[in-house]
């Protein structure tokens, strides 16, 4: 069975950085797109970013175009992303997920989900 599991939420003041990582583990993902989801309390869950297998075709929503940066190391099944000038808004639960799509940009796209890390922004 696949499992995506999040790691490096955690607590940090706005203007700072934070790197998240999913690390993937049991079928393959050859030629998966994998993204980057997240949902703040009492919003749905809305998307963040998305990267293809090969790692040189991302698509980013206009709120974090910039800022964040979507990466993968297929070496390492792993997914990062990349947060800098972080705001408050930007406090939510962060997912990963993976998809067959090339660049899956809609929740639907996505086949396999990691369970969220916590990422909260203070002012």
């Known amino acids: 069975q696949v499992q995506l599991v ?3 939420g955690g607590l940090v003041q706005a203007g700072g950085s934070l790197r998240l990582s999913c690390a993937a583990s049991g079928r393959t993902f050859s030629g998966y797109g994998m993204g980057w989801f997240r949902q703040a309390p009492g919003k749905e ?3 963040v970013g998305a ?5 040189d075709s991302t698509y980013y929503d206009y709120s974090v175009k910039g800022r964040f940066a979507i990466s993968r190391d297929n070496a390492n099944n792993t997914l990062y992303l990349q947060m800098n000038r972080l ?7 962060y997912f990963c997920a993976a998809g067959r799509f090339r660049v899956p940009t809609k929740a639907t796209e996505y086949d396999y989900w990691g ?7 203070s002012s």
């Open 45 to 47: 869950r809305e998307f």
């Open 6 to 8: 999040e790691s490096g």
């Open 115 to 121: 369970q969220g890390t916590q990422v909260t922004v």
């Open 87 to 93: 705001k408050p808004e930007d406090t939510a639960v």
């Open 51 to 55: 990267i293809n297998w090969s790692g």
